[in-house]
């Protein structure tokens, strides 16, 4: 079955540090592929996508691009800042409505 | 835009209480999702509905978890009787159809059972 497999936290930097999160997925087909971030107290919402492959999708100076002969879609930011600190999760649309959720990677930025 | 709205945000009730979390989905979004986050097990869905039919309820834990969408603004997730080890945080997530469709979640409904 689909599966999403993420890099293990939790990850600690320091600010202006640089940022890669790994992801690497197994599925049928051609999914969608998400990032969401969580912070603390709220819901996931979405950070960034990529419907096909060598898309790239960005936002809030994160990057992440779909590789489809290595089923990875990294995440990485040049300078990551304190307020960057929460757990981010790659994603897969799989079929009928439902995705699959990685684990999960907490990330720690210190001043 | 209002988001996906949960209801309450805190919840603390003793074992054996009947619990009732509630959910708000975006309006026009034709699915709706229930999850359930613990740091053990992290992220696990729980349900899914698509236009209020349940489409997949393999995720419910046991029969005291059960979930209904009367319509397509609300639905809730009721748990009875409740267990201490239902304690978690419990999102409701709506979405558009399509592949290309990211979901949205609500700010969770975090749940103790004492």
């Known amino acids: 079955g689909d599966s999403v497999t993420q890099m293990e936290g939790p990850v600690t930097l320091s600010e202006e540090a640089f940022l890669t999160i790994n992801c690497t997925y197994t599925?049928?087909?051609?999914?969608?592929l998400f990032w969401y971030v969580q912070y603390p107290g709220e819901g996931l919402q979405l950070l960034l996508k990529a419907t096909k492959a060598d898309d790239k999708g960005s936002n809030k100076g994160f990057e992440a691009t779909y590789r489809k002969e290595t089923t990875s879609f990294h995440l990485e930011k040049g300078s990551v800042q304190v307020s960057d600190s929460a757990v981010y999760f790659c994603a897969l649309y799989t079929n009928a409505g439902k995705s699959t959720f990685g684990d999960g990677t907490t990330l720690t930025v210190k001043p | 835009d209002a988001g996906v709205i949960q209801s309450p945000r805190h919840e603390v009730t003793e074992m054996g209480q009947e619990v009732t979390l509630r959910c708000k989905p975006i309006?026009?979004?034709?699915?709706l999702f229930w999850y359930r986050q613990t740091m053990m097990r992290g992220l696990e869905l729980l349900i899914y509905?698509?236009?209020?039919?349940?489409?997949?309820d393999s995720g419910m834990p046991e029969d005291r978890f059960s979930a209904k969408m009367p319509n397509a603004s609300f639905s809730t997730l009721k748990i009875q009787p409740s267990e201490p080890r239902d304690s978690a945080v419990y999102f409701c997530a709506s979405s558009l159809t399509g592949r290309n469709q990211p979901q949205h979640f609500g700010d969770g409904t975090r749940l103790s059972i004492l």
């Open positions: 509905f698509n236009n209020n039919v349940p489409i997949d």
């Open positions: 599925a049928t087909g051609y999914p969608s």
């Open positions: 309006s026009g979004h034709d699915y």
